[in-house]
Antibody, heavy 124, light 113 residues
Framework: QVHLEESGGGVVQPGGSLRLSCAAS????????MHWVRQAPGKGLEWVTF????????YYADSVKGRFTISRDNSKNTLYLQMNSLRPEDTAVYYC?????????????????WGQGTLVTVSS | DIVMTQSPDSLAVSLGERATIKCKSS????????????LAWYQQRPGQPPKLLIY???TRESGVPDRFSGSGSGTDFTLTISSLQAEDVAVYYC?????????FGGGTKVEIK
């Protein structure tokens, strides 16, 4: 059964850093593009970033570009999000999400599996 | 960026009645080479992550009840719940999967009247 589990959330001061992890199981994660999507408390969904299945390409939302870095270790079936220079507006539940298509082929980027999310709170 | 606009923000429907949610994109998400609309719908129940319902505007994800259907093309799309059940109380989001940055609608909250 496909499963994603995020960890690493917590409370951090503005300007601080945090690294999130997402452990994948039940599928060969090295064959799928992976994404981070966030949701501020009581708000809607905001796509953050994605990484190609082989780690060869990344793309970021403007709101996090230059501050966040996505990476993956396919040998460990784990996805990461390094978050630096955190701001109060980064406070959100961060979800990792698996793209539906094998090696990103042909269907655009939508998500057929989501983790339960990890809460990041940026506050002094 | 493609802006996704959903309406209404919320709606209350009686059990067994139809619920209709609209989603409009600021530009077409119809991919001409395969004639597919790159539009997905998700359901998010309280305290849960989103769940994929529909992709390519009208293709139901495996295991999703057939009371959920998607329609539309180009820039205008609709999610219909044909006969609302208690477990359908949730927030519903549309998402364009045509191009990055990927974007979501603001969500529509569905409640029981």
């Amino acid at each position: 059964q496909v499963h994603l589990e995020e960890s690493g959330g917590g409370v951090v001061q503005p300007g601080g850093s945090l690294r999130l992890s997402c452990a994948a199981s039940g599928f060969t994660s090295s064959n799928y593009d992976m994404h981070w999507v966030r949701q501020a408390p009581g708000k809607g969904l905001e796509w953050v970033t994605f990484i190609r299945y082989d780690g060869s390409y990344e793309y970021y939302a403007d709101s996090v570009k230059g501050r966040f870095t996505i990476s993956r270790d396919n040998s460990k079936n784990t996805l990461y999000l390094q978050m630096n220079s955190l701001r109060p507006e980064d406070t959100a539940v961060y979800y990792c999400a698996k793209e539906a298509f094998f090696r990103g082929e042909g269907g655009g980027h939508y998500f057929d599996c989501w983790g339960q999310g990890t809460l990041v709170t940026v506050s002094s | 960026d493609i802006v996704m606009t959903q309406s209404p923000d919320s709606l209350a429907v009686s059990l067994g009645e139809r619920a209709t949610i609209k989603c409009k994109s600021s530009q077409s998400v119809l991919y001409s080479s395969n004639n597919k609309n790159y539009l997905a719908w998700y359901q998010q129940r309280p305290g849960q992550p989103p769940k994929l319902l529909i992709y390519w505007a009208s293709t139901r994800e495996s295991g999703v009840p057939d009371r959920f259907s998607g329609s539309g093309s180009g820039t205008d799309f609709t999610l219909t719940i044909s006969s609302l059940q208690a477990e359908d109380v949730a927030v519903y989001y549309c998402q364009q999967h045509y191009t990055t940055p990927l974007t979501f609608g603001g969500g529509t909250k569905v409640e029981i009247k």
